[in-house]
């Protein structure tokens, strides 16, 4: 296999999922989770987004021709996506899809038995692997990527920035600890005017796309 050619699909992978990005938004969504459990969302956000990018660069074309879908109506969905979260975020004191930051859902009683124990959101596959990790672009790239590199090198690729990926988020896990509550309060908003932001231009993108074939 050529390093070269492994270089190559790397580089522009690694720039597309862009880790980085997904600091804020993995901070946000996993502030009232434990450290074991946000080691284990970051852990299976990389595997999912992982998973889903090889199916892609395996099957994409043919998948996506099967089901009559373009490469920009995936654009525009993971924008409306993470425009819906991006939202949420945005509200006062609230979690995407947990409602209160300071506190988890109520304990549901069930007669003289113990209460349950309340439910986490867990966000790795939805919205952290799905579509920021794997998102429109990064399967738009693999999709030709594999025709330009062939599929082993672009799993590899994509195993080495998944790889990445999960290491971005790891060591972000530790400034859970160091930003405490309220900084990681400031985060969630910042992080999703921001997504929000990312959201549009994933639809801009889509519907540039498609106009420009037409």
Known sequence: MDPGAILLALVPLFVVVDPLASIGLYLGLTQRHSPAERRAIAAKA???AGCVLLVFAFLGKQLLAYLGIELYSLQVAGGILLTIIG????????????GDLGGDALPVHTGGATPAQPTRHDPSLVPLGLPMLAGPGAISLVIVQ???FGFGV???AIALTMLASLAV???????QRIIGENGARVITRIMGLLTVAFAVQYVFDGVNGWL???
């Not at 939202?87 to 947990?98: F, T």
């Not at 988020?169 to 400034?175: K, P």
């Open 46 to 48: 990389a595997l999912f």
């Open 87 to 98: 939202l949420n975020m945005l509200k006062e004191g609230e979690e995407p899809g947990h």
């Open 146 to 148: 594999t025709t330009d």
């Open 154 to 156: 672009i799993g590899l």
């Open 169 to 175: 988020l790891l060591v972000a896990s530790g400034m």
């Open 212 to 214: 420009a074939t037409r």
